[in-house]
């Protein structure tokens, strides 16, 4: 999206969820090696947890981009060949670079079809799963557009969130009542287990001076809602993750929380109508990239300090997240320049007087 066109609140946005998904794989570690009973388990489980926002938060930035009228696309095979430019072509990359890495480093030997396979479901890197989704969302894109912009979404959202909870809950129970021993490993990477966030997106793009006065109506209400989703998501996942308890419907929590949480972070974003200092605005250009490779830098971070004796993870967590950022943002940024770079390089200087 050109500047001209991107509304600051979505620059926010971005931003901020690309922050957070590199500060929840920053605290994936400390979940791996703390004691699962002790208060810096569920700290780092918490935060994490809470970091988890930021996915649905991408897909329904995705789809306010798809309906808005600043950026809704004029022509979809347009539309199409651009995402693949900006999409596939990047993550093929980054996957390659990916492979390249694990192969070297000895953790699996290279295998063409197992590439392949693994490069299909996004199981390279943590990340990856979400370009999985968000492409068969770009291949969908007309219907969505279509059931949006002629829909009312008091009639299409309480539909897309059952659609959504089957799929991602319950998708292998649906399956055994025709396949009693059939599996499929990969039902959180299938877009109807996401479909009710991009779905979202593409109702609040195409009403959006409505919703942003909806939001602006019940400031408070939602404040409420995020505190105790919040709080709830987070200690119930402690309890699950650290054996205490067995917790029964948690996808719907977790659901509450981003409803809550969505609403919330929309609505302060909002408030800044100016456009971002550069700096930021740069970050929000190069987040694509920052997001394909932030987990390569916090793998090769860690690899190279758990070599030094007495490591202790309570400070290394703000350190990864802070190297993370700065390292992935600064390669990635400077990447974005040095096209510009060169086409200066080369254009002709005009002559002193």
Sequence with gaps: MSEKRRLPELQVLSVLFCLLVILGHSCSHAETVLDKLSWQFAAAT????LCFVAVPGF???SGVKLTLPQT???SFPVYWR?????LLLPYGIAAAVYELYFVRHGYYAFSLPSFLRRLVTGEIAAPFYFLVILVQFVVLAPLFQRLAERYS???LLPFAAGITLLSFVWWNDLLHVFAPHAWFAYSDRVFTSWCFYFLAGCCIGARYDAFCALLARHRAFLAVLCAVFAAADGLLTVALYSGRAVVPCLDLVHMLFYLAALG???DLALRRRSPLPPLPAAFDRAGFLIYLYHALVILVF???VYRLPNTHEGPLLPLRFAVAVLVTGGLCILWQRIPTALRKAREPRLPSN
């Design 46 to 49: 918490m935060l994490h947890r």
């Design 59 to 61: 897909f329904l930035l």
């Design 72 to 74: 809704r696309p004029r």
């Design 82 to 86: 651009k995402r693949a430019k900006s």
């Design 153 to 155: 979404p008091v009639l």
């Design 264 to 266: 919330v972070l929309y």
């Design 302 to 304: 860690d690899s190279l």
